[in-house]
């Protein structure tokens, strides 16, 4: 097989699990925010929109992503009131196009579309290609960890609530002696 269609398989399957996560969940769950470090999943799939809008006009095609670059890009922070978002049915069709689009181009190009000569931060188009899959790769994990941490209480998603069944070792007896002597009661 050659690689330009490996490389076009690799973006159909990030596009096909995106959807199919996000057309599962609560649409509310779109806009949380598990601490302000964190972007919600919504502000994350569509930066994933706009640097794949940004591959396909390396590619040398319009991506007609210039309206999402203000809420999407990076170093762009993102906003507390929903209803200044895209909706999402609107994101999840513009995802969809850009990949029928990106994978038409690879496909067309051919092996020798991944060895021209590019500008920016790699030399040849094919390097963009790899580098904007991982990117959007990172970016997926992002959104799977939120879509688990907001579908499941905190209790239930990591082990600070979990009881354990340790044997008491020197220390814990000596903390727990200074807790007990320093705990105003």
């Known amino acids: 097989m050659q690689t330009n269609k490996l490389i076009a398989d690799l973006f159909k399957y990030n596009t096909g699990y995106l959807i199919k996560h996000l057309t599962e969940i609560d649409k509310s769950r779109l806009f949380i925010r598990p601490n302000y470090n964190l972007n919600p999943i919504i502000w994350i799939f569509g930066h994933i929109i706009v640097s794949r809008g940004g591959l396909v006009e390396i590619l040398g095609e319009d991506s007609q992503t210039d309206n999402m670059v203000c809420f999407f890009s990076s170093g762009t922070v993102p906003l507390n009131d929903p209803s200044e978002y895209p909706h999402i049915d609107e994101l999840m069709s513009k995802f969809r196009n850009l990949n029928a689009q990106l994978v038409r181009i690879i496909i067309e190009g051919g092996e020798s579309l991944l060895v021209k000569q590019a500008w920016g931060e790699h030399d040849t188009l094919g390097k963009h290609l790899i580098s904007g899959y991982i990117h959007e790769s990172y970016h997926i994990g992002q959104i799977s960890y939120l879509f688990k941490f907001t579908s499941n209480p905190l209790s239930r998603t990591t ?16 903390l727990d002696s200074l807790k007990s002597v320093l705990t105003v009661k």
């Open 159 to 174: 082990r600070f609530n979990y009881k354990t069944k340790r044997k008491n070792s020197t220390s814990k007896i000596l």
